[in-house]
């Protein structure tokens, strides 16, 4: 955890619990406890990209790069539907 985002939570603390309290201070003591020991979980999606990677970076961007593709294909769809309705009279949409 960096240092501002401790700061942030610990401004937090002060104003909900008050500051120098024994609350907020075991509150803090947790919190960092919590980040420092945290174990990150990496789970395997698709099998086609290999796992010995030492970084992610590559196959998220693939996969961000999947997904801005069918999210592209997804809203052509749409918009053809959309102009099939609008040419029926059936649309009900906001027109422009």
Same mark, same amino acid.
């Given at each position: 955890m960096?240092?501002?985002?401790?700061e942030?939570?610990?401004?937090?603390?002060?104003e909900?619990?008050?500051?120098? =309290?024994?609350?907020?201070?075991?509150?803090?003591?947790?919190?960092?406890?919590?980040?420092?020991?945290?174990?990150? !979980?990496?789970?395997i999606?698709?099998?086609?990209?290999?796992?010995? !990677?030492?970084?992610? =970076?590559? =196959?998220?961007?693939?996969?961000?790069?999947?997904?801005? !593709?069918?999210m592209?294909?997804?809203t052509?769809k749409?918009?053809?539907?959309?102009?099939?309705?609008?040419?029926?009279?059936?649309?009900?949409g906001?027109?422009?």
């Amino acid at each position: 955890m960096s240092r501002a985002d401790y700061e942030a939570i610990a401004k937090i603390i002060e104003e909900v619990v008050g500051k120098d =309290t024994l609350q907020g201070v075991k509150l803090l003591e947790g919190i960092k406890f919590y980040f420092e020991n945290k174990v990150e !979980k990496i789970q395997i999606v698709n099998e086609r990209f290999p796992h010995n !990677k030492p970084s992610y =970076t590559r =196959t998220v961007s693939l996969f961000s790069q999947e997904a801005d !593709k069918a999210m592209g294909k997804y809203t052509a769809k749409l918009k053809k539907e959309a102009d099939k309705l609008k040419a029926s009279g059936k649309y009900c949409g906001i027109k422009g």
